[in-house]
T-cell receptor
Framework: DSGVTQTPKHLITATGQRVTLRCSPR?????VYWYQQSLDQGLQFLIH???????AKGNILERFSAQQFPDLHSELNLSSLELGDSALYFC??????????????FGEGSRLTVL | LAKTTQPISMDSYEGQEVNITCSHN???????ITWYQQFPSQGPRFIIQ???TKVTNEVASLFIPADRKSSTLSLPRVSLSDTAVYYC??????????FGTGTRLKVLA
């Protein structure tokens, strides 16, 4: 158990809909990262938050948004869903903003299926 | 974003040493190189991390040349349970951490 909690574990929805994925980082971790993993694909970096502030953006679509709340949990909002958005979405946390001498701790992921 | 490349797949037999390379031309000056293991439908799990030269822990070694544009994960005496996908993770600047393309390792009996 990494200590990172993601909900829901599975989600099935229709095209055009909007969903919210939630992540609770490990106790004491200030950084939250979101990654997308499509079927048999690698891990694509979406966005990084540190202590409530956005620190870095990757290949995140404009239809997607995220935020980190004062209690440090984070939410990833996906709207106007398309079939291609079906993927595993991973949240990871770390103590600091940078990973020098640190590691990312990953949750078990939220599997989104868009029909 | 910068591409970090790895061989797509590798096969090995139990008991052999496996070396997996990662090419990361755009690694940021001050960032470390980290390797992760991933089983199907699970989150990646930390293996080892290093900045330069060689690092060894109880499960793996990591070799990083002086120019830091590549790295090699070495798994000694692999077993069937090491069958997984292995990813390198590098910082490419400004708090962006990019995974490599991943290497699917299959260990054969």
């Amino acid at each position: 158990d990494s200590g990172v909690t993601q909900t829901p574990k599975h989600l099935i929805t229709a095209t055009g809909q909007r969903v919210t994925l939630r992540c609770s980082p490990r106790s004491g971790d200030l950084s939250v990262y979101w990654y997308q993993q499509s079927l048999d694909q690698g891990l694509q970096f979406l966005i990084h938050y540190y202590n409530g502030e956005e620190r870095a953006k990757g290949n995140i679509l404009e239809r997607f948004s995220a935020q980190q709340f004062p209690d440090l949990h984070s939410e990833l909002n996906l709207s106007s869903l398309e079939l291609g958005d079906s993927a595993l979405y991973f949240c990871a946390s770390s103590e600091l903003a940078g990973l020098n001498t640190g590691e990312l701790f990953f949750g078990e992921g939220s599997r989104l299926t868009v029909l | 974003l910068a591409k970090t490349t790895q061989p797509i797949s590798m096969d090995s037999y139990e008991g052999q040493e496996v070396n997996i390379t990662c090419s990361h031309n755009n690694i940021a000056t001050n960032d470390y190189i980290t390797w992760y293991q991933q089983f199907p439908s699970q989150g990646p799990r930390f293996i080892i991390q290093g900045y330069k030269t060689k690092v060894t822990n109880e499960v793996a070694s990591l070799f990083i040349p002086a120019d830091r544009k590549s790295s090699t994960l070495s798994l000694p005496r692999v077993s069937l349970s090491d069958t997984a996908v292995y990813y390198c993770l590098v910082g490419v600047g400004t708090y962006k951490y990019i995974f490599g393309t991943g290497t699917r390792l299959k260990v054969l009996a």
